[in-house]
């Protein structure tokens, strides 16, 4: 398995532009999410899916986008990039089941490095 | 609502010394405690977990956490550091019917040879 794979590793955007931060798991992972890393910041929440066809927002929703059309692709969209928007971004899935033996260990992909000037 | 606080930027050890990176919680419910360890310009790795059951756990590269209701705590020890776990270790807490894990802001460890 390749677990989580993210393209591209690093882009550098201009403000106003748009682009697609692709992610995509080969686990079968019910659940997914995308996090940006500030330094000193720590993880914050994007977006997250619980399948197919569901998204919902996170603490920092504003100027992106995400769909989940099929279980392996959690693609972000941002619209008009902004130098607030420079960040590392990573994504992760996980597969928690209910009941005894329930689990939600977070796998991550190794990031995209975006900076928008 | 869920937090986690690791109560240190940066910890400083010795090869060879005992090393301790603290979390501490707040969850309404039972927690689900994680630790996760990113190396430089690496994704994160998990380490280890608390579920339930035995308040010690023990992870990867010789890693354990003690859980402690009482005082809410999770911390994260080795009993013999070495250079390679030199890394930024991020502390997260869920609950049951929960699966979305709230970080800590993380820790950056220092091993010095």
């Known amino acids: 398995n390749a677990g989580v794979t993210q393209t591209p590793k690093f882009r550098i955007l201009k403000i106003g532009q748009s682009m697609t931060l692709q992610c995509t798991q080969d686990m079968n992972h019910n659940y997914m999410y995308w996090y940006r890393q500030d330094p000193g910041m720590g993880l914050k929440l994007i977006y997250y899916?619980?399948?197919?066809?569901?998204?919902d927002k996170g603490e920092v929703p504003n100027g992106y986008n995400v769909s989940r059309s099929t279980t392996e692709d959690f693609p972000l969209r941002l619209e008009l990039a902004a130098p607030s928007q420079t960040s590392v971004y990573f994504c992760?899935?996980?597969?928690?089941?209910?009941?005894?033996?329930?689990?939600?260990?977070?796998?991550f992909g190794p990031g995209t490095r975006l900076t928008v000037l | 609502a869920q937090s986690v606080a690791q109560p240190e930027d940066q910890v400083n050890v010795a090869e060879g010394n005992p090393l301790t990176v603290k979390c501490t919680y707040s969850?309404?419910?039972?927690?689900?405690l994680f630790w996760y360890v990113q190396y430089p310009n690496r994704g994160l790795q998990f380490l280890l977990k608390?579920?339930?059951?035995?308040?010690l756990v023990k992870g990867s590269y010789g890693f354990e956490a003690e859980f402690n209701k009482s005082q809410t705590s999770f911390h994260l020890k080795k009993p013999s550091a070495l250079v390679s776990d030199s890394a930024l270790y991020f502390c997260?807490?869920?609950?049951?019917?929960?699966?979305?894990?709230?970080f800590g802001r993380g820790t950056s460890l220092i091993v010095h040879p």
């Open positions: 997260a807490v869920s609950f049951i019917g929960s699966y979305i894990p709230t």
């Open positions: 992760a899935s996980s597969s928690p089941r209910v009941g005894r033996g329930s689990t939600d260990t977070q796998y």
């Open positions: 969850v309404s419910g039972n927690p689900y």
């Open positions: 608390y579920i339930t059951g035995d308040n």
């Open positions: 899916s619980v399948g197919a066809g569901i998204t």
